[in-house]
């Protein structure tokens, strides 16, 4: 089984413009390749039935910045890669991030996202859990947060924070996991 290992680079603007990149492959072999890529070329498709179950894995609770790149990384054309093998049973795995986000993504060689996990720093929480936070902790500020989303086909997504809140000189870590506040 070969693996390919592809490094997306994207920045998210206020218009949420992000580049696919031109592959090119740094080492191949019939066992193993490696790609990487660096230059862009905004080659994304519309297409949703491979990955309509990673999409629909997003909550109420999901962050808008979250569902973007989650919408990259499902229309993502595995098959613009150099060397990528329909016919071989194979493994893509891409990185796409930017300064605050990163997405490991394995794709199969349907194009379809069989797992992945997700990691975005200091992202705009969502309004209902903010309102859940500040019911528990009123009059406590959000200082920092990590979101982790973990995806696989089999056992659908999963999504926890590690927020660090603040009230005067106290300071607490609070984690949500699927939506609930653990204490």
């Not at 905004?42 to 999901?62: G, V």
């Not at 060397?83 to 990185?95: F, I, K, M, Q």
């Not at 379809?112 to 992202?123: A, F, G, L, Q, W």
């Amino acid at each position: 089984m070969k693996s390919i290992v592809l490094i997306v680079l994207f920045v998210v603007s206020l218009h949420a413009t992000a580049q696919t990149q031109k592959i090119s492959a740094i080492n191949s072999s019939n066992s193993n390749q490696s790609v990487f890529a660096i230059n862009g070329n905004n080659e994304f498709l519309s297409r949703e039935e491979p990955n309509s179950n990673y999409l629909k894995s997003a909550t109420k609770s999901t962050p808008s910045i979250v569902r973007l790149l989650e919408n990259i990384a499902a229309n993502f054309d595995i098959t613009t890669i150099e060397a990528y093998d329909e016919t071989e049973p194979s493994e893509y795995h891409v990185t796409f991030k930017n300064r605050h986000s990163h997405l490991y993504v394995t794709y199969n060689q349907n194009g379809e996202i069989i797992k992945s996990k997700e990691r975005y720093v200091n992202i705009a929480i969502q309004s209902i859990l903010r309102v859940k936070i500040a019911k528990i902790y009123p009059y406590w500020s959000i200082e920092d947060n990590t979101c982790t989303k973990v995806y696989s086909l089999q056992n659908g997504a999963h999504i926890s924070y590690q927020i660090k809140i603040k009230k005067g000189n106290d300071t607490k870590i609070i984690y949500i996991v699927d939506d609930k506040i653990l204490m």
